[in-house]
């Protein structure tokens, strides 16, 4: 099973929608979550962190579900410049240190 | 703000050839990762490195990869007699340390280098 899943999308919404991506993990040690945005032949940037109280920044809120292993992403609004895609990245202490994986990531098209 | 930088952006090469990618982490980070990611698919892990030494590696990470730290603020990838599908975009990432309400620390990613085989 793999360590985080995605659904690849694409998601395909107008602008103003609001629209949600999950994203659930196989590993109940898993300790700190993080969802990325990547745009086109660039760098994945960090969006933002997942708390476990769930945390918000302007337009987006991010969401942990500990019980049922998984954490979402909601984007009010939406914005033409939110077409991107979403990677959401969980991060375990093991023996040899700290280990970062990264789902396969979510398309995002914002539509005029 | 600071940031992961890496060298060149593009890399042409013959087939064959060996090639160095570099990278510099930030500068107060301690955690050290390459990553792939292949033309119109996902962001592949490769390795991790802590403390001078490889902490964890994919199956993509065979012995024609190599990492290395020569010196206090460089990280290599070195890739033995390259094939064709090595091309990709390969990203260098860094994460700094962190204990307790600190632990949470996030990979940041410098903007690649385009590795492309002839």
């Known amino acids: 099973r793999k360590e985080v899943e995605q659904d690849p999308g694409p998601f395909n919404v107008p602008e103003g929608a609001t629209v949600a991506f999950n994203c659930t993990y196989s590993n109940s040690a898993s300790q700190s979550f993080f969802w990325y945005r990547q745009d086109c032949r660039k760098e994945p940037k960090l969006l933002m962190s997942v708390y476990s109280s769930g945390n918000e920044d302007g337009r987006f809120t991010a969401q942990l579900n500990r019980a049922s292993q998984y954490i979402s992403l909601l984007i009010r609004d939406s914005k033409l410049s939110d077409s991107a895609t979403y990677l959401c990245a969980v991060n375990r202490v093991v023996y040899t240190g700290n280990q970062f994986y990264f789902g396969t990531g979510t398309s995002l098209t914002v539509i005029p | 703000e600071p940031e992961v930088t890496q060298t060149p952006s593009h890399q042409v090469t013959q087939m064959g050839q060996e090639v160095i990618l570099r990278c510099v982490p930030i500068?107060?980070?301690?955690?050290f990762y390459w990553y792939r990611q292949i033309l119109g698919q996902k962001v592949e892990f490769l390795v991790s490195?802590?403390?001078?030494?490889?902490?964890?590696k994919s199956e993509i990470f065979d012995d024609q990869f190599s990492v290395e730290r020569p010196d206090g603020s460089n990280f290599t990838l070195k890739i033995r007699s390259t094939k064709l599908e090595d091309s990709a975009m390969y990203f260098c990432a860094s994460r700094a340390s962190g204990t307790g309400v600190y632990s949470n620390q996030p990979q940041h990613f410098g903007d690649g280098t385009r590795l492309s085989i002839l």
């Open positions: 500068s107060n980070h301690l955690y």
């Open positions: 490195f802590y403390n001078n030494e490889i902490s964890e």
